[in-house]
């Protein structure tokens, strides 16, 4: 068979109806068969031919390459499925005050967001971006809405100036719709993403952050600075921690369905054990390491960024601190003090070593330590 007799299965809406879109390069025998199926028609619009979508037309277009060439349905049978330990509550969404002057999200797209169990701030940032994308079109019905009217809803926020995390943002909400919700993975596949953004990450001082711990006096907030730094966690990651995730004797914190849902250990600092085990003798925590007033709920993330807004202000750092800031600083510490990237990256829980790399464009002091070639 020859390389480019192949054929890739896309998901089109054509007039509201699904239909089953095939890809090829031009061959005269895949073209010959295709008059053979069911139907066949053609798409200016998508520039492929196109099928109902039933099952039985699938099987035909199975049934009729079999042997001449390779159907390629990757993309068409694909669904990502996304799981947390604990199920999302996005019922505030549904209690908030309603006008008929504004379009709402439709409740499929609030229980595909359950059942998928995506992050609550992933919740947020989709039903967000998507309600401004549909209010975009405020008289057109969300099915009818083309690829073209897609791209002039991009081109809008890039007159705006939005940044690229932005239009991803609203790609990804977009496509959700259309491809998870609607059932069509990879829908809209020729929507052109802008190049993500190469920004380095900021760093502190070791002496900086030490002071920050120093200077904070509450033994709970004292331990939620030191974890994030001397550990290397987000902060979700921090606040999902349990009692049970502190190992204690292998000096090893288990961080449990973390950014890409896998597991991952990380390392436990002596003195942050010293200052945990005061904590809990204190606070007594049922269920999670850090925990609200209420039993058994955690701590939240607002309050995190307060401590540690405030742990630096005492600490009289002239910058704006944020807790994925000690997260930076670790991984950069650690690499500066010649620790392989590829113990740094299982640590952080990146899945790909490039992520990883970042941080060698910020590594001062191996940078200061590189030999001048003049000389």
């Keep these: ?18 239909m ?96 998928k169990r995506y992050a609550l701030n992933t919740c947020k940032t989709y039903i967000s971006q998507f309600e401004k994308f549909i209010n975009h079109y405020p008289d057109k019905d969300i099915l009818t809405l083309s690829e073209q009217e897609i791209r002039g809803y991009l081109q809008h926020l890039i007159r705006q100036n939005k940044s690229n995390s932005y ?75 349990q009692l049970a995730d502190i190992d204690s004797k292998s000096m090893l914190i288990k961080v449990q369905q973390a950014k890409g849902n896998r597991d991952r250990y990380t390392v436990l600092n002596q003195t942050v054990l010293q200052d945990l085990r005061k904590y809990y003798k204190l606070y007594k925590p049922r269920l999670y390491l850090f925990e609200s007033i209420e039993p058994k709920r955690k701590y939240s993330a607002t309050s995190v960024l307060k401590i540690v807004n405030l742990a630096a202000k005492k600490a009289k750092i002239n910058q704006t601190v944020h807790p994925h800031m000690l997260r930076h600083s670790f991984a950069t510490h650690l690499l500066e003090q010649g620790v392989d990237l590829r113990y740094i990256q299982v640590l952080l829980g990146h899945q790909s070593s490039k992520t990883t790399e970042i941080y060698t464009h910020v590594a001062l002091k191996k940078i200061k330590n590189v030999k001048d070639l003049l000389i």
């Design 20 to 115: 089953i879109g095939l890809q090829f390069y031009p061959d005269k025998v895949i073209q010959a068969l295709i008059k053979e199926l069911p139907n066949p028609k053609w798409s200016k619009e998508f520039s492929m031919v196109y099928l109902v979508n039933t099952k039985e037309n699938l099987n035909s277009i199975f049934e009729k390459f079999r042997g001449v060439a390779w159907v390629n349905g990757n993309s068409f049978f694909k669904e990502k499925v996304i799981r947390n330990n604990e199920p999302v509550d996005i019922n505030w969404y549904r209690r908030r005050a309603k006008t008929t002057s504004y379009k709402y999200v439709p409740e499929a797209y609030l229980v595909k967001l359950e059942l």
């Design 167 to 241: 239009i991803n943002q609203a790609i990804n909400s977009i496509k959700f719709y259309y491809e998870v919700v609607m059932g069509m993975p990879n829908r809209f596949y020729s929507i052109e993403r802008p190049r993500k953004e190469q920004k380095l990450p900021s760093i502190l001082a070791k002496e900086d952050i030490l002071r920050m711990i120093d200077v904070t006096k509450n033994i709970k907030h004292k331990c939620i600075i030191s974890l994030l730094y001397s550990s290397g966690l987000r902060r979700g990651e921090l606040l999902d921690l």
């Design 1 to 18: 068979m020859k390389p480019n007799k192949h054929i890739t299965l896309k998901h089109l809406l054509i007039h509201n109806q699904k």
